[in-house]
């Protein structure tokens, strides 16, 4: 059965069973078909042929939701914009896109310069209202394509999305719909008895499209957040009760840190965490507080989902494997390759990841695919990722891992949180600078850091400034951004030394 066919399923027979959940209110699938008919009339009126991707600026709210699932019905190509960018990152991004079609929130369509730059590129405007009557307006100005090229999408892709460069500086990938079809279901429960899917990634993330797809499938609401917040999140948890929590390991960090209590959680028997690295310690510490097993993965927008994690026996091994995203799951291939030539290295080794996935974007080639991370598997197969290749400074010659440092201050007792990038040196080309957050009611020093790394890592490695901050910038995903940790840590310096 084809996705489009089972939206349209839910729009007509499910129409007033609940479709999401948001800040206390509660969306139908009724409420979402309103918006596909809405889109759907406004396209056709302006001609819009069926074969044009549709640019859809996808913020975590139930009429964006509505608008994403109903591009998939329509069977048009759902090119994906992320909100959460400044406006002049997100008209570059379009500018540069040209989408003929660009479907997005009011609240979009009010940013400095946004109508002008779709003026510019002859694009469709087409705005959300969030009125579930009257859920679709087309833009005043933008109401026709213009003249000139615009996107165009490769044969029948449902997604297209921007990866986050595990592979690479960030690009473009299509999803094809083939692997979005599944077999119809049957002995679904009633609406009012199925699961609910609680959203912890953007809906603009290979997770959340791939989460919004496996609601679709089995039928179940989905419980959005507009912004991640640990308290909100675990109401959900503790209202929805589901079996399986999935989220990245900043999470875990989240609900330690505030010390969210044990109940909130009970209903779950596994914690799913990706996306990033999870430090041993601190699944050791969530297990002993929650009494719930952490079990990693490891996978990529390019790979259209994970490609290592622990499944069937391996669950009993993620104790004695502690550390380890997992080995192969089944139909995906990984090896770990020398970055110079290529070749597969022994076991044990540190090189490259590479995956041959099963499924992959449209244009991916159909052998291995590099990564970026550098990691190690062990005799059985297991992986271990040991930081990312462009995360290693050099300083003066020696190489410095930059996330084995932090990993280094995060064993620290009083951290609970720590970042190293490189800061320019006119002598020695790079040296290491840490931003570090502090456990509640920690203290420490910053020549105390700098000893602890010294006791553990050669010298080379230590960081010459530490600072302290509140938090670690991230990005929607929770993935640390570089740049701006290493402006606070300029930012910082520049403070202490006037």
């Not at 003929?100 to 730059?117: H, K, M, N, S, Y």
């Not at 009494?291 to 622990?310: K, N, W």
């Amino acid at each position: 059965m084809e996705v489009n066919e089972r939206i349209e399923e839910l729009f007509q027979s499910e129409a007033d069973a609940p479709a999401v959940f948001y800040e206390g209110d509660t969306w139908t699938w009724g409420d979402l078909a309103r918006i596909h008919d809405g889109l759907r009339d406004a396209l056709n009126s302006a001609g819009v042929a069926g074969v044009e991707g549709v640019g859809l600026v996808l913020r975590q709210r139930p009429h964006c939701f509505g608008a994403y699932l109903s591009v998939l019905a329509m069977r048009r190509c759902a090119v994906l914009a992320t909100p959460i960018q400044p406006d002049a990152a997100i008209r570059k991004d379009l500018e540069a896109l040209r989408p003929a079609v660009l479907v997005a929130d009011a609240q979009d369509w009010r940013r400095a310069g946004f109508r002008e730059a779709l003026q510019a590129t002859g694009t469709l405007g087409i705005e959300l209202t969030a009125d579930r009557q009257q859920p679709v307006r087309v833009v005043p100005g933008l109401d026709r394509v213009g003249l000139g090229t615009h996107y165009e999408p490769l044969d029948d892709t449902a997604v297209t999305m921007l990866t986050s460069g595990t592979t690479g500086p960030p690009k473009r990938v299509p999803v094809a719909y083939a692997l979005f079809a599944r077999e119809r279901p049957t002995g679904m429960r009633p609406p009012d008895q199925r699961g609910v899917a609680i959203s912890a990634v953007p809906l603009v993330s290979m997770g959340g499209v791939m989460g919004a797809a496996a609601a679709v499938w089995k039928g179940r609401p989905t419980a959005l957040l507009e912004r991640f917040d640990i308290w909100r999140w675990a109401q959900l948890v503790r209202e929805h009760k589901p079996r399986q929590l999935a989220a990245p390991p900043a999470v875990i960090r989240m609900l330690l840190d505030n010390r969210v209590p044990r109940e909130y959680l009970a209903s779950a028997s596994v914690f799913r965490a990706a996306s990033a690295p999870l430090d041993p310690a601190t699944a050791e510490e969530f297990e002993a507080a929650y009494g719930i097993p952490v079990v990693t993965a490891y996978g990529a927008t390019e790979f259209l989902g994970a490609v290592t994690g622990f499944a069937g026996d391996d669950l009993s091994l993620v104790k004695v494997k502690r550390g380890s995203v997992g080995r192969a799951l089944p139909d995906n291939r990984v090896r770990i390759v020398d970055a110079d030539t290529g070749v597969e290295l022994p076991r044990g080794e540190i090189g490259l990841l590479e995956a041959d996935p099963p499924q992959r974007p449209t244009d991916a080639p159909a052998d291995w695919i590099r990564t970026n991370d550098r990691a190690r598997m062990d005799q059985d197969g297991f992986v271990w990722i040991e930081g990312r290749a462009d995360d290693v400074l050099v300083r003066g010659g020696f190489k410095i891992p930059a996330d084995e440092v932090a990993a280094a201050l995060r064993r620290h007792p009083a951290v609970a949180d720590a970042a190293v990038v490189g800061l320019a040196d006119a002598r020695l080309g790079q040296v290491p600078a840490a931003a570090v957050v502090l456990r509640r009611d920690a203290a420490v020093s910053a020549a105390e850091l700098k000893a602890w790394v010294a006791d553990r890592k050669p010298g080379y490695c230590v960081p010459v400034a530490v600072a302290f901050v509140d938090a670690l910038p991230r990005n929607a995903m929770f993935k640390v951004l570089s740049n701006e940790v290493r402006a606070l840590i300029e930012s910082a310096m520049q403070a202490a030394n006037p």
